[in-house]
């Protein structure tokens, strides 16, 4: 009953638009972690789910009319921006040492 | 509970503006991660932020939409090109940029976009969004809600945020410089 006067209310765009194309994103941003062999492009893939997540917050703060989505959402972003100084830096030091970039080169923690 | 993605009474006008983006987003991801080339992955990346830049437009997050801008296409692409011009990555093709394994991570991710897409249908079915996602704000624009309430209810999150890109920062400065000892 109470789901039914809800959806009289809400009239416009499908919630579940937004958190299919969420879960389309962040499934290949998954892909990319995992078949990618450059560390560059791994952290591209990261900005791929992150971009999903942030789809999701929005979504879910349209839908019950709260800014908290939005305010998660910018610090999402703000995390993200951090991550990638932070995980450029390390590869570069990875570089530097190895004079490559191939996560596959990078075993010296293998059993 | 059948969800139908495209009701009677939907709005037109965003809902062809919104698969649009979302047919943009989705071959520009999938692009990022197949091509055999660096420099090429991050420009269809910038494709991807400016689509998901639209998606929350549709959503009503301006400011968000402009932070992204600001943020994603302006700062941390940038960085990632310089990361791929470092690192002395090939210009051109390169065919060792996917592990061998790579059906391993496509099965992954096949398998969880199977799970995830069944649950939400099946939790959210046919729910829909406020037509004026406006309405969230009592009064003026979103930007004005979203900016009370960062430096009201949510100022010391925001503040460890902050502390956070400060620690990032001089981090990220510690690991890269090279005299150190």
């Known amino acids: 009953m109470l789901a039914a006067a809800q959806t009289t209310a809400n009239d416009g765009l499908m919630l579940n638009q937004f958190l299919l194309l969420g879960a389309v994103l962040f499934c290949i941003g998954v892909y990319g972690v995992l078949a990618r062999r450059n560390a560059v492009m791994v952290l591209m893939s990261i900005e791929l789910i992150l971009n999903a997540v942030n789809i999701n917050l929005l979504a879910f703060g349209a839908l019950s009319g709260d800014i908290a989505g939005a305010v998660f959402a910018l610090f999402v972003i703000a995390v993200a921006a951090a991550e990638v100084g932070v995980g450029l830096a390390i590869v570069l030091i990875i570089y530097r040492n190895r004079h490559s970039v191939d996560l596959n080169d990078v075993d010296a923690m293998k059993g | ?181």
């Open chain 2, 1 to 181: 509970m059948t969800a139908t993605l495209l009701a009677t009474d939907t709005p037109i006008a965003q809902s062809i503006f919104f698969y649009l983006l979302a047919a943009v987003i989705v071959a520009a991801a999938v692009a990022v991660v197949t091509t055999k080339n660096v420099v090429r992955a991050a420009l269809y990346l910038i494709s991807v932020f400016a689509g998901v830049v639209g998606v929350y437009l549709l959503l009503a997050a301006e400011f968000v939409a402009v932070t992204q801008i600001l943020v994603y296409i302006g700062a941390i692409m940038v960085l990632m090109l310089f990361g791929i011009m470092l690192t002395r990555a090939r210009i051109g093709r390169d065919s060792e940029l996917t592990n061998d394994n790579w059906w391993v991570g496509l099965a992954t991710a096949v398998l969880l976009v199977v799970v995830m897409g069944y649950a939400l249908v099946d939790a959210f079915g046919d729910d829909r969004l406020p037509r004026d996602t406006q309405i969230i704000s009592v009064e003026g624009s979103n930007t004005k809600t979203l900016s009370d309430a960062i430096f009201s209810q949510y100022l010391i999150p925001f503040e460890v945020v902050s502390v956070l890109l400060t620690a990032a920062l001089v981090g990220a400065i510690v690991l890269a410089r090279k005299d150190r000892g």
